[in-house]
């Protein structure tokens, strides 16, 4: 695919700290060389990124891919990585995973081994699509969380997450959380008139902190992005989610509201 857009060249240079080089990058004849004698998965994804640097049509000139910090920090960079992410690892491919496995990250990261990409680059890609809730560790680096790029330490996953799982990934060991309990969901209401009766109830009981109308806008704000609402394809998930995230509302922490919320995501799926 590539040698549709560029001439791809091995070129095994002595300079152990960059893996790739792309040259006249938005010209007529770009060219993209790449060393051969590393790791091949590391390999296949550098010249992912390479090929974004030519195909992304902002970038000019030449450019090389270092293995320092410099390239998480370039925009350039950042968005050839991006690229290169996006063409192995599908993000909808990817969602489906999910969806296949009920979220189930064991299954997931072992599907993902398909793509022949770096364990770095797939728990990035898969950190990517999910919302706020999971964390990830490979071997003894520091942990991914989803969505969040603040530093956690494992000892303090093990002692504040459920226990997720651990799979071999290409060799390495990978270890997930859940930063969140499986609740168990009440009983679904019998229509809208009975959940309009709890919903009332529940402002009521907030002492005027909610109005229905807030509370309705507080789940939807939640539950409305992409990645979010992708939960709802397993129902005690994505109730087991929205408790977590509400866990900050005490005047939301009653069975009434329980009972609404699960009809509530039942009528969003």
Known sequence: MVSHYATLEEANWPFT?????????????????????VD????????????????????????????????????????????????????????????????????????????????????????????????????????????????????ELDATCHPGGVVTLHGQTVRWWRRFRREVMPELLSG?????????????????????HQLHSKIAGLMGSQKTRRLLAVPELAYSYAKWRLLTESALQTTEFDSWLRWKLADFS
């Open 17 to 37: 700290g960059v893996d790739g080089l792309s040259i006249d990058c938005g010209g007529l004849e770009p060219k993209i060389f790449f060393r051969s004698d």
């Open 192 to 212: 809208r008139a009975e959940a309009d009766e709890k919903l009332m109830r529940v402002a009521e009981m907030s002492g005027n902190a909610f109005t229905a």
């Open 40 to 155: 091949r998965l590391r390999t296949r994804f550098t010249i992912a990124h390479e090929l974004g640097h030519v195909m992304l049509a902002w970038h000019f000139g030449d450019s090389e891919c270092l293995l320092d910090k410099s390239n998480q920090t370039d925009p350039r960079e950042v968005e050839a990585n991006a690229f290169a992410a996006e063409l192995l690892m599908p993000e909808v491919w990817v969602a489906d995973l999910m969806t296949e496995h009920k979220f189930d990250m064991t299954k997931v990261l072992s599907a993902l081994g398909e793509a022949e990409t770096s364990v770095t680059a797939s728990l990035i890609a898969l950190s990517s699509v999910l919302p706020v809730g999971w964390a990830f560790q490979m071997n003894n680096a520091d942990p991914i969380l989803s969505q969040e790029r603040r530093v956690i330490r494992r000892r």
